[in-house]
């Protein structure tokens, strides 16, 4: 038989168990119990008292114990959606790592995909009637996540029940079992003796040992192959923000290990497409044995890298010291180094098993590559439109028209730097500063609404980022943000990189490419009111159910939009099992929002 039950006070685990952490961890004495939990009043699940029940039903373990009716059910998406007024189903324990579009059952029965070029491994999602429409549950044990900072070198193990990455990467200090928990050292495949070094390492490569990569320019880091994203987490003192990636293949946790922990991560692969991501948006692009073959099909792969980085952005190739007793290597080096000069990028370090190239600014090189017929240049109107699902090109684009291209300042500058992209799409300066301000004000009132401990929240996600003003006013706050543009709406994630934020483009008619519990906050800028035109592929119901499987129990969804919208979520709110409150907010035209502040029950199968 299995029941629902939400404890009281989901927070945190029995000092018991806080005694453990401190003693498997070692954590230094500065690390009280105050940062490390929420609360010590009550244990992470509670049984509820016995008495008769029906055996699909749910309980709320609260003070007067009310009935959930919500029934356990593998239940799919119908072409037409009513929620019953039992609740939305839950689906069975086992779908507790649902991800739709990675969904390894579905994509293994298609037969037409080129696995050569590892597009089974892409977000491919399954039409709507393969795609369950029940609530996903937390695994059994659930525990609400440690706090950052302590959360970068433990997580609990009942929270990424997975053992395979410790078994195959322990020897390279990715992961490793203490107790309850896991502990991430900081290694790596390529710096198992830690992350921190490997990065002083780089600073030196790059400035010819008289820097670090802050010093070298680098602000914002893309990560390909992440793993369990130590590299990201040990970027943070140097102030380099990282969006770090990872497919969902035979090391499959990786990425939820890496959220758990709190550090920004999404399930993603080079492949057939491009990222999600606008082009000139990073500084360097680092890869450190991220199983990517570069060398083969022309470079194309090596030619998505050129439309990411920045001019004078640094590609960072690290493979493991195995390579050197590979006899391929050789073979493969080769055609590395010809790929790349032919795109005029200038080798600048190379160390033991780590090469390190620049991308130019000037672009003579790549013109008279192009004149000999060595080269292809994309088209100008190539890269204008959003990043989503296009197809990858076997060309480079070159930046002729310098007054697109801007010097930016350091990144605490950048966040209020009024830049090219902001003039490209129409917005001026007065509008800029008044969104800024705006958003201040919002954050402030939205902290006062929460009633948390800031530390409570890690793990950010705008679903409607616009020009990334929420993102901006947080920079203080120890979180990390997600910024999402939809790709049908103003292309602004330019914009958002160009302050120093992170960010993907996405469609929500379709599921995020993240494992289930990943964010603390979802917050929802009349994103609904932009879909709503869209048909009966996406429907309310489905970007609410997307929004559910994501939060963390416990977790905030702030939601601002129309007023009929509103209303429809309120209604719909306690069959997701969310809590509702509203408040009245001012918004940027002088005018009142209603706003929503829904948390998540915190709920078990047991």
């Known amino acids: 038989?299995?029941?629902?039950?939400?404890?009281?006070?989901?927070?945190?685990?029995?000092?018991?168990?806080?005694?453990?952490?401190?003693?498997?961890?070692?954590?230094?004495?500065?690390?009280?119990?105050?940062?490390?939990?929420?609360?010590?009043?009550?244990?992470?699940?509670?049984?509820?008292?016995?008495?008769?029940?029906?055996?699909?039903?749910?309980?709320?373990?609260?003070?007067?114990?009310?009935?959930?009716?919500?029934?356990?059910?593998?239940?799919?998406?119908?072409?037409?959606?009513?929620?019953?007024?039992?609740?939305?189903?839950?689906?069975?324990?086992?779908?507790?790592?649902?991800?739709?579009?990675?969904?390894?059952?579905?994509?293994?029965?298609?037969?037409?995909?080129?696995?050569?070029?590892?597009?089974?491994?892409?977000?491919?999602?399954?039409?709507?009637?393969?795609?369950?429409?029940?609530?996903?549950?937390?695994?059994?044990?659930?525990?609400?996540?440690?706090r950052w900072p302590t959360s970068?070198?433990?997580?609990?193990?009942?929270?990424?029940?997975?053992?395979?990455?410790?078994?195959?990467?322990?020897?390279?200090?990715?992961?490793?079992?203490?107790?309850?928990?896991?502990?991430?050292?900081?290694?790596?495949?390529?710096?198992?003796?830690?992350?921190?070094?490997?990065?002083?390492?780089?600073?030196?490569?790059?400035?010819?040992?008289?820097?670090?990569?802050?010093?070298?320019?680098?602000?914002?880091?893309?990560?390909?192959?992440?793993?369990?994203?130590?590299?990201?987490?040990?970027?943070?003192?140097?102030?380099?923000?990282?969006?770090?990636?990872?497919?969902?293949?035979?090391?499959?946790?990786?990425?939820?290990?890496?959220?758990?922990?709190?550090?920004?991560?999404?399930?993603?692969?080079?492949?057939?497409?491009?990222?999600?991501?606008?082009?000139?948006?990073?500084?360097?692009?680092?890869?450190?044995?991220?199983?990517?073959?570069?060398?083969?099909?022309?470079?194309?792969?090596?030619?998505?890298?050129?439309?990411?980085?920045?001019?004078?952005g640094y590609f960072v190739y690290s493979a493991p010291p195995a390579y050197r007793k590979d006899k391929d290597f050789p073979v493969i080096w080769e055609k590395l180094v010809n790929i790349t000069t032919t795109m005029c990028w200038k080798l600048i370090a190379k160390h033991v098993q780590t090469a390190i190239w620049v991308k130019p600014e000037d672009e003579s090189c790549r013109q008279k590559n192009v004149d000999m017929n060595l080269l292809s240049i994309c088209e100008s109107n190539d890269n204008i439109s959003p990043s989503w699902k296009i197809p990858l090109m076997n060309c480079v684009k070159l930046n002729k028209d310098k007054s697109n291209i801007q010097k930016l300042p350091s990144r605490s500058d950048r966040l209020s730097f009024y830049s090219k992209s902001l003039e490209i799409i129409g917005v001026a300066p007065e509008r800029f500063e008044k969104n800024n301000q705006f958003w201040k004000n919002q954050v402030h009132k939205y902290w006062s609404f929460l009633h948390v401990e800031k530390t409570s929240i890690r793990n950010v996600m705008d679903m409607n980022a616009n020009y990334g003003g929420f993102a901006a006013a947080l920079?203080?706050?120890?979180?990390?943000?997600?910024?999402?543009?939809?790709?049908?709406?103003?292309?602004?994630?330019?914009?958002?990189?160009?302050?120093?934020?992170?960010g993907s483009y996405h469609d929500w008619c379709e599921p995020f490419s993240t494992y289930p519990r990943s964010y603390d906050l979802l917050h929802a800028f009349h994103l609904f009111s932009h879909y709503k035109r869209r048909k009966e592929d996406c429907l309310l119901e489905d970007i609410m159910l997307e929004m559910d499987r994501i939060i963390r129990p416990q977790g905030f969804i702030i939601i601002r939009d129309e007023n009929d919208t509103l209303s429809r979520i309120i209604n719909l709110a306690p069959k997701f099992l969310w809590d509702v409150t509203t408040h009245m907010l001012e918004n940027e035209e002088s005018g009142t929002d209603q706003v929503l502040f829904c948390r998540k029950k915190f709920w078990a199968i047991v």
Not at 68 to 95: I, M, Q, W
């Open 152 to 312: 970068r070198d433990y997580v609990w193990r009942s929270n990424v029940n997975h053992s395979h990455l410790a078994e195959v990467k322990g020897g390279q200090n990715w992961v490793h079992e203490k107790g309850k928990l896991w502990w991430f050292p900081g290694g790596g495949t390529h710096f198992k003796h830690g992350a921190s070094e490997y990065i002083e390492r780089l600073g030196n490569m790059t400035t010819n040992s008289t820097g670090d990569l802050r010093s070298a320019g680098v602000v914002q880091v893309l990560d390909v192959g992440c793993g369990v994203a130590s590299f990201s987490a040990y970027l943070l003192p140097l102030d380099i923000r990282t969006m770090s990636f990872a497919p969902k293949d035979g090391h499959e946790n990786q990425i939820q290990f890496a959220l758990e922990r709190g550090i920004g991560a999404m399930i993603s692969v080079l492949a057939t497409k491009q990222l999600p991501y606008p082009e000139n948006s990073f500084e360097m692009v680092h890869c450190s044995r991220c199983r990517v073959d570069w060398h083969e099909n022309d470079g194309i792969l090596l030619k998505e890298v050129d439309r990411l980085l920045r001019p004078n």
């Open 1 to 146: 038989m299995r029941r629902w039950w939400s404890p009281a006070l989901a927070a945190v685990e029995p000092r018991s168990v806080q005694l453990l952490l401190l003693g498997v961890a070692l954590v230094a004495a500065s690390f009280y119990a105050g940062t490390l939990f929420g609360s010590s009043a009550s244990p992470a699940l509670v049984l509820p008292p016995s008495r008769p029940r029906s055996p699909d039903s749910f309980r709320a373990k609260v003070t007067d114990v009310p009935v959930f009716t919500n029934r356990v059910s593998r239940t799919y998406r119908a072409k037409s959606v009513t929620v019953p007024d039992h609740g939305v189903d839950v689906c069975p324990l086992e779908y507790n790592e649902y991800v739709p579009c990675h969904d390894g059952a579905y994509i293994s029965s298609l037969k037409s995909l080129d696995t050569s070029r590892h597009e089974d491994l892409e977000s491919i999602c399954p039409p709507w009637e393969k795609r369950l429409f029940c609530l996903v549950p937390p695994p059994n044990d659930y525990k609400i996540p440690i």
């Open 475 to 502: 920079s203080s706050d120890p979180v990390w943000i997600m910024n999402i543009v939809p790709y049908t709406m103003m292309n602004t994630l330019p914009v958002i990189y160009d302050r120093g934020l992170l």
